[in-house]
């Protein structure tokens, strides 16, 4: 018995698509086993397969060595499989403990012991060091804190193999290392883990093989010793990837958007900025640096109108765009990227080609007279589908059906055709492949030669420093240095973000 | 080719789950039937003669349908946009009485004074929609608690606007211009003197407008988002609190319009009600029947018309009590709520073939 899992020439169909097509995954009893491909390339599909959520068209699955028909996720528990989505499926109203023992409630005589299992789930985080709060609410707690109840809730049910879809996506660099760190405690104790990720640095880091499949098909297993970040990357999309950005010498113009003195409170009404003071000039790209929640959120949803600043102002070549709301700011010319392209960017349950017109959709020719041309809508749509390389069986299909990656891509080709003067990116990598990255990358450089401020926020150091010309760095609501991309580092601007000063003060006053 | 077959698949499982949810309420309706010791076909027989067999009785059934059609579609309207619009009832009662006053107090020529009328109904349910639109955008009231609430003050605010200013004779106010009227004779002598009039045709319009507004125009757009995601309609730059309180308008007009076309066209009154009149409430099940789409809505309002219309029949025919179509009713919903059950049994049905 020398596979935990073994899921056999697995085929699944969706309409439209096969999205897994004879692929083979044979997991080993204590790995960390890595599954990469590109987005849409079927991993999630092939996780929910194994999870009871789809039933394969073709192919077996054993675990531990017996064939095991597993219809529903109820089988796969039973089976010691357990599942932290690529998006959590967590009720906010609901403490954590309520959460994990949902639809598994232990009883004492009628009700349910919440005592009870308030106490294992304790126990457990303390065991595989999570530093969960049975108590806390859902709603309360971090991102990083939410994917660790998840990673309780399989363990509570006694999961001993663990599959982990894209669990570092959402997480802060800091998160990522616990994260590494539990998944290893987790390896310790004798589980096995099938780990989904863009990361090539994460797998190299912590899995001991990795399965690769593209478009659909196993294109082999590798031992990650053998291999290394610029193989994997090729056997994945098929071709060479270049993980540096190619781009030429900004030559900065005008200033775009100055931003002078602004403050903007948080949502419980504390100050988020403090005075901040930020220019970009037409044809540069600035990245902000910061760790998470020293104002990032707070400033983009300033500039693109959704928060309301307390003072300061915003000018968008040399209008003054402080009190717009989010039409008026989108049609002055300003294009957003959102962070959560769940909550922000899409209604998952319109088409792709009407997310693709979310902003658009009054405006003539989509629409004349308030009525709605679809022949039209779909039309535009189709061309951005085409031009950005979204993968969907067409653009009919519901947002909701693509692929994380393809939603993103549907969303950065809606806002950077805009072309607005002026693109704000909030991670707008985040949970991308490799080839994707690049080709986002790529897309950001070509908007800032054709002469667009762009402002790229991302709590990814690397991407700052690829893609950026200038680096603000924010720390507690202010923009504490401004350094240019080519003469800093990694170390110096972790320093500056923990609120340290610039080389030991050296050009300071 | 095989994408073709998909699609058909994906509609014929849309259908299944309202036909078999009907399928099963019938069944469960027979069963009480032949419990209670009487024979279920010679019930439906009855039911149904009860229904299309006699003019009289199918003009009646399209006149039943009339505001049945305006409260599936106010409901369906609010719910597209993530509402809950539970008062209905009351914009529905509200229209009413608005537009019989109108009915009553002027005098214009028809083409005037019938457009006029229907408008006072549409604005008065509009207004009773409006108040919980602006409380929930201004201050997050929940729009459930507050329509609910306004179905009792609609309810007692006419009753008493009738009782101090209006009444007439008994418990009802006078009877309306006849230039207010939607009577015709020609839809009634059709039906052999039923009380059919032309307030079915604009419900039949009503739908087709809810569809066009909806799905075709950019307004209908941005309202469908704002039900989907308000997070997203906002990023991408529609007001939701302005798009709120419009659909609860819209929504209330609909029932307000519902309302007129029985003050109108029904009865040419309004009377002091003793109690609700479950035409509002009504619409929750026509809607969800219906899927909250047009064409379903108009099906469903058939088919609830139909059976209370029928009921009496088969209370004479057959010797049913009437009571029964309620339970009827009520079992299809429940049917059609518990459509998840269904859903689920399908595809496991599905999937034992497939694995075989
Ligand atoms: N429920 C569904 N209905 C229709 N098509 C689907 C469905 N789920 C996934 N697909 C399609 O199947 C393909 C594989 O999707 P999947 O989510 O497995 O990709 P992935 O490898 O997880 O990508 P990512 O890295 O972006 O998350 C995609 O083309 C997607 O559009
Ligand atoms: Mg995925």
Redesign the interface.
């Known amino acids: 018995m020398e596979y935990v899992i073994e899921m056999n020439n697995i085929r699944k169909e969706f309409p439209g698509i096969v999205a897994n097509d004879n692929i083979t995954l044979q997991v080993k009893q204590g790995e960390i086993h890595a599954l990469l491909g590109e987005n849409g390339a079927g991993k999630s599909t092939l996780m929910n397969v194994l999870f009871g959520l789809y039933q394969p068209e073709k192919g077996e699955i054993k675990v531990k060595g017996e064939k095991v028909e597993i219809t529903d996720p109820n089988v796969a528990n039973d089976l010691g499989i357990g599942m932290v989505h690529q998006h959590f499926m967590l009720i906010e109203k609901f403490t954590v403990t309520e959460n994990i023992i949902l639809g598994s409630e232990p009883l004492k005589g009628t009700s349910i012991d919440i005592r009870k299992a308030e106490k294992e789930v304790q126990e457990i985080s303390d065991r595989y060091g999570l530093r969960v709060d049975p108590k806390a609410k859902i709603e309360d707690i971090s991102v990083g804190m939410q994917q660790r109840v998840e990673i309780l809730k399989t363990l509570y049910r006694g999961a001993e193999i663990l599959i982990f879809d894209e669990p570092t996506a959402a997480l802060t660099p800091q998160e990522i290392k616990e994260l590494i760190n539990i998944m290893k405690s987790l390896i310790k104790e004798g589980k096995s883990i099938i780990l989904i990720t863009h990361k090539l640095k994460e797998i190299m880091a912590v899995c001991d093989r990795c399965t690769v499949i593209r478009r659909g098909k196993g294109i082999g297993t590798v031992n990650v010793a053998d291999t290394n970040e610029s193989k994997l990357a090729a056997m994945m999309v098929g071709r060479e990837v270049s993980f540096e950005v190619e781009k030429t010498e900004a030559d900065p113009g005008e200033i775009v958007l100055s931003i002078k003195d602004l403050e903007v409170q948080d949502t419980r009404g504390v100050k988020a900025l403090n005075k901040l003071n930020l220019d970009v000039k037409a044809g540069e790209v600035v990245g902000v640096a910061g760790v998470e929640g020293n104002g990032q959120t707070e400033l983009i949803e300033a500039i693109t109108g959704l928060r309301d600043s307390s003072g300061g102002t915003i000018t968008l070549s040399g209008t003054d765009i402080t009190k717009f709301k989010p039409r008026k700011v989108t049609e002055s010319g300003i294009g957003h990227i959102p962070q959560d392209r769940h909550k922000h960017g899409l209604v998952l349950d319109f088409t792709i080609g009407e997310n693709i017109l979310l902003q658009t959709y009054y405006q003539d020719p989509y629409s004349r007279s308030g009525v709605l041309n679809y022949q039209k809508m779909y039309d535009k749509a189709r061309q951005l589908i085409e031009e950005y390389d979204v993968r969907t069986p067409n653009e009919r299909t519901p947002a909701r059906a693509l692929s994380g990656g393809n939603q993103q891509k549907a969303i950065i080709a809606r806002e950077v055709d805009r072309s607005p003067d002026f693109l704000v990116a909030a991670q707008p990598t985040r949970g991308l492949d490799v080839g994707a990255i690049e080709f986002i990358h790529r897309k950001l450089i070509e908007e800032r030669d054709k002469g667009r401020g762009v402002l790229l926020v991302s709590l990814e150091l690397d991407e700052v420093l690829n893609v950026s010309d200038r680096i603000a760095v924010i720390y507690e609501g202010e923009i504490v240095a401004i350094v240019n991309a080519k003469e800093t580092n990694e170390q110096e601007l972790g320093l500056l973000m923990a609120g340290g000063t610039r080389e030991a003060g050296e050009k300071h006053e | 080719m095989s994408?073709n077959q998909?699609?058909t698949k994906q509609v014929l499982t849309g259908l299944a789950i309202p036909l078999i949810a009907i399928a099963f309420g019938f069944l469960a309706g027979a069963v009480i039937m032949l419990l209670s010791g009487n024979n279920p076909i010679t019930g439906y027989t009855a039911l149904i003669q009860g229904v299309i067999g006699d003019r009289y009785y199918f003009g009646e059934t399209l006149q039943r349908m009339t505001p049945l059609i305006f409260s599936g579609l106010a409901v369906a309207f609010a719910f597209r946009t993530g509402l809950l619009n539970i008062g209905v009832e009351g914009q529905l009662i509200v229209g009413w009485l608005a537009a019989v006053y109108v009915g009553v107090a002027m005098d214009a020529p028809m083409i005037v004074h019938l457009p006029l009328a229907i408008l006072a109904g549409a604005i008065a349910g509009g207004l009773w929609g409006f108040v919980p639109g602006i409380l929930k955008a201004r201050f997050q009231v929940h729009e459930v608690i507050v329509t609910i609430m306004m179905n009792y003050v609609a309810l007692h605010v006419s009753n008493s606007i009738i009782r101090t200013y209006l009444l007439a004779s008994g418990q009802r106010t006078d009877f309306i211009n006849s230039s207010a009227s939607l009577e015709s004779d020609f839809l009634s002598s059709l039906t052999d003197f039923s009380r059919l009039h032309w307030g079915f045709f604009i419900a039949i319009a009503a739908a087709i407008f809810m569809w066009f507004y909806l799905w075709?125009?950019?307004?209908?757009?941005?309202l469908?988002?704002v039900g989907?995601?308000k997070?997203?309609?906002?990023?991408?730059?529609?007001?939701v609190n302005t798009n709120i309180v419009l659909s609860m308008v819209i929504s209330g007009a609909f029932a307000g319009i519902g309302g007129a076309m029985v003050g109108l066209g029904t009865y040419q009154y309004a009377n002091i009600l003793p109690s609700f009149t479950n035409l509002g409430f009504d619409g929750i099940a026509v809607a969800l029947l219906g899927a909250s789409t047009s064409i379903g809505i108009i099906l469903s309002a058939f088919l609830f018309g139909g059976l209370k219309e029928g009921a009496s029949n088969m209370q004479a025919a057959a010797g049913v009590a009437p009571e029964l179509v309620e339970i009827i009713i009520a079992l299809i919903i429940f049917f059609v709520a518990s459509s998840y059950l269904i859903r689920w049994i399908m595809t496991r049905l599905q999937?034992n073939k497939?694995?075989k």
């Open positions: 994408d998909k699609k075709k125009t950019s307004k209908g757009f941005e469908r988002a989907y995601n997070h997203a309609s906002s990023y991408a730059g529609m007001n999937n497939e694995g």
